[in-house]
């Protein structure tokens, strides 16, 4: 008999949204036994192919099954360096989890009977973190003598730091914001990723030999050519796709209406939940929409719904999709969160124009409904809106999810580094190699928008290029 | 996870004005990158405490001998507050930049700048950089007018400075303690329909530059204004600071700061900075 897979723990709907805390806590070793147990050892993993960063996921697994908790960390740290991140915000049931044997789902992502590789992750990574292990540094002659700036502290800066410290080449990353960890830390909140799992892993590579320069806007305060000027010899840049993008409809730049990045930075990087003892502000609302599907929208809705419950308004927020729950790119775990948080779901649903008070504050949202035709480029469905549809919902704040675009700080003050038609930087793809010799990119700044886990992937592919010619 | 740059150092504090509890501070801070590559029109962002807020400021100055840079700011809300009990020796929690674009130094000919209130700060790099726009040595920069408004004398910061700068300089205050008793727009409608300017470049108080915008689109002239819209992160990650200028969104910390005055909608970021009134109110009931 196929034995059941080992859910998480969770702290209970009612109790989790008075604050911040993390959700789902980590397997125990008897749990993480369990479903390490659950794994068939096939001959040919499938899963480590669904892997970005390709983890040897059938070899960790294993010594998890042997108690060698240790071991397991080390075969994961061979290729990530952040397992406590990634297992715990990483959409496993479209990757690893996916590509798992034991999966019988039909849909884009997996069903329940995948291994919880995640879980399996995170578990191995925390017990790492609890003991401290350190992976040690390997140096060789030719790389002591290199010298890489990374610009970004996000998940590919990181990673192409962590991957480059190890071999003992000396790094230095530039971070525009006064704190690093870039989405990791004004994107996702602290119940999905706890702020002292994000300082354990910057430490980590501080104590590598990491040396972290936040307050610097490279392209203004510093230019790529003066970071070669100062003795580097290559460059990554792991910038991140900052800026927000807007429907373009009419009533947008009214008050309380906010993009999902002005939102989340004022809640996460800014602490504004704890206004006014942290000074930044942010507003709340009755009646909150969120319009859009992935997981900065879930991240908004939830910490919109905590704001209200933190101020005492009945919790009122409604997540606003053209598509339904079967397109939305969300993880499936994100999204059961936020259904059991109490947040609505308004499906086939496209926003028309927002309307204000006197005062210039939103107070509804015309709405127009839509139906799904056959499959677009993006291989989704493709909503088309219903003539006559139109409809209104009550909204005195809204939060636009709908995804970003490039930044342009650094590729407008450096005209020779080429960008694509999404402004996007250009790389060559076997290398990540700009059009600048010695510049390399990874992450959303080279790709458009992915995952955490997809940036470490791109990231990684350009320290190993740097590596190889230091 | 330290800091290492040695940028928000404060070397200098001076109260420059301090008039019926409205008190304009002067901060000198260490920034050796950014005194090298600030230019006029450009802002850093502040913060002055782990737990603050990050606030745009305007260069002033830059020195990049002495490795750096001035701010003037008023104090109004929380932020300014505690940034103003700061003194030298202490340091800002973070200060970030030159960020948004520079302002476009040339050759305009006349040129007047309008600056209100602590504006007036504002337009001081400016009019220096204009006066010294890049000519052929031996030639003279563009011709400066500068117009300078407060509230009351005690308020009228950088007269000097601004005097030595300019070709002509006209003070106004709302009380005629200094200068002419009236606002600076009516100097500037006055100006305009005696001579012809080839720029106008204006920085006060939002209902200042609209009547600038109004005034100086009915004589055609070309006016820039420099927009003091809310900001988060200021390098354009967030969108706080957006603007409706010539009917499209304009980030004002990464396509701005500075915007033709005709094309603003001025209503639109009114509105939009009296977001946070409410939060306002209540730390100041909190601070007492």
Redo the contacts between chains.
């Keep these: 008999m196929e034995k059941k897979p080992v859910r998480a723990k969770e702290l209970a709907a009612g109790k989790r949204i008075s604050g911040f805390d993390e959700v789902v806590s980590g397997y125990s070793q008897e749990e993480a036994l369990a479903e390490s147990l659950r794994c068939l050892q096939c001959k040919n993993p499938a899963c480590i192919s669904g892997c970005p960063v390709n983890i040897n996921i059938k070899e960790f697994i294993f010594q998890v099954t042997k108690k060698d908790y240790a071991g397991a960390y080390f075969t994961i740290r061979k290729t990530n360096n952040f397992p406590s991140i990634c297992g715990r915000v990483c959409p496993a049931e479209y990757q690893c989890r996916k590509a798992c044997v034991l999966n019988k789902s039909k849909f884009a992502y997996c069903g329940p009977e995948a291994i919880n590789i995640h879980f399996l992750e995170r578990f191995v990574g925390d017990y790492g973190m609890r003991n401290n292990l350190q992976a040690p540094v390997e140096k060789d002659a030719q790389s002591s003598k290199a010298k890489v700036a990374v610009v970004g502290s996000g998940p590919a800066g990181l990673c192409c730091a962590g991957e480059l410290a190890r071999k003992g080449i000396a790094v230095v990353v530039f971070e525009s914001l006064q704190s690093c960890g870039g989405v990791l830390r004004y994107g996702i909140p602290n119940f999905r990723l706890p702020r002292e799992i994000l300082d354990y892993e910057i430490n980590y590579l501080a104590k590598l030999g990491v040396e972290f320069k936040t307050n610097v806007v490279v392209g203004k305060t510093v230019s790529l050519e003066e970071l070669f000027q100062q003795g580097f010899s290559r460059v990554f840049l792991g910038l991140g796709a900052g800026v927000p993008s807007f429907l373009g409809i009419k009533g947008e730049n009214l008050c309380n209406v906010y993009s999902a990045n002005e939102f989340l930075t004022r809640v996460n990087l800014m602490s504004a939940y704890k206004f006014p003892e942290y000074h930044t502000p942010v507003n709340i609302g009755q009646h909150v929409l969120v319009v859009g599907g992935g997981n900065t929208a879930m991240d908004a809705a939830r910490c919109a719904l905590r704001l209200q419950k933190i101020n005492g308004i009945k919790p009122d927020v409604k997540i606003i999709y053209r598509r339904t729950l079967t397109e939305m790119p969300a993880r499936r775990l994100e999204i059961k969160h936020a259904e059991e948080e109490g947040i609505k779901f308004r499906f086939l649903v496209q926003p028309k124009e927002f309307h204000a008070d006197n005062r210039g504050f939103v107070r509804e949202l015309n709405c127009l409904s839509c139906e799904l035709r056959e499959a677009d480029a993006s291989g989704r469905r493709k909503p088309v809106v219903l003539e006559d549809s139109d409809f209104s919902i009550p909204c005195d704040l809204a939060i636009i999810a709908i995804g970003l675009e490039a930044n342009q700080v650094l590729t407008s003050a450096t005209p020779e580094l080429k960008t694509d038609k999404y402004k996007d930087i250009m790389i060559n793809p076997a290398t990540m190699e700009t059009s600048i010799k010695h510049v390399f990119a990874g992450g959303d700044i080279a790709g458009g928008e992915g995952t955490v886990i997809e940036a470490m992937g791109m990231a990684k592919k350009a320290a190993i290029s740097i590596l190889q010619n230091p | 996870?330290?800091?290492?740059?040695k940028?928000?150092k404060i070397i200098a504090k001076e109260i420059i004005a301090d008039y019926a509890g409205v008190r304009i501070v002067k901060l000198t801070v260490s920034a050796p990158?950014?005194s090298r590559?600030a230019k006029a029109g450009q802002f850093v962002v502040v913060?002055a405490?782990e737990?603050?807020?990050?606030i745009p400021l305007t260069i002033v100055e830059a020195d990049s001998k002495a490795q750096t840079i001035t701010l003037i700011f008023q104090e109004a809300g929380?932020?300014t507050k505690?940034l103003s009990m700061l003194n030298a020796g202490d340091d800002l929690?973070?200060?970030?930049?030159?960020?948004g674009h520079a302002s476009e130094i040339k050759n305009y000919g006349k040129v007047i700048l309008v600056g209100g209130g602590v504006g007036i700060a504002e337009i001081y790099p400016v009019a220096t950089s204009l006066k010294q726009a890049g000519l052929p040595a031996g030639q003279a920069g563009n011709n400066i007018t500068v117009v300078i408004g407060a509230k009351t004398k005690e308020l009228l910061i950088l007269e000097k400075e601004l005097r030595d700068t300019a070709d002509k300089i006209y003070l106004m205050t709302d009380d005629g303690s200094l200068g002419q008793k009236g606002f600076t727009t009516d100097v500037l409608e006055e100006l305009l329909k005696k001579d012809k300017y080839d720029l106008v470049y204006a920085v006060g108080p939002i209902p200042m530059m609209k009547k600038v915008s109004q005034i100086s689109q009915s004589f055609n002239i070309k006016t820039i204004v420099s927009l003091n819209a809310l900001m988060?992160?200021a390098?354009?990650?967030?969108?706080?600071c957006?603007?409706?200028v010539a009917g499209k969104?304009k980030?004002s910390c990464?396509d701005g700061p500075e915007f033709e005055a005709g094309q603003v909608d001025w209503?639109?970021l009114e509105?939009?900075n009296?977001?946070?009134l409410d939060?306002?109110k209540?730390?100041c009931k909190?601070k007492g």
């Design positions: 996870m330290s800091d290492l740059s940028a928000g990158e950014i590559k913060m405490s737990k603050g807020e990050r929380l932020t505690i929690y973070a200060l970030a930049g030159p960020l988060v992160d390098t354009g990650m967030c969108g706080c957006r603007v409706t969104v980030f990464v209503e639109e509105k939009r009296l977001m946070y939060k306002e209540h730390l909190l």
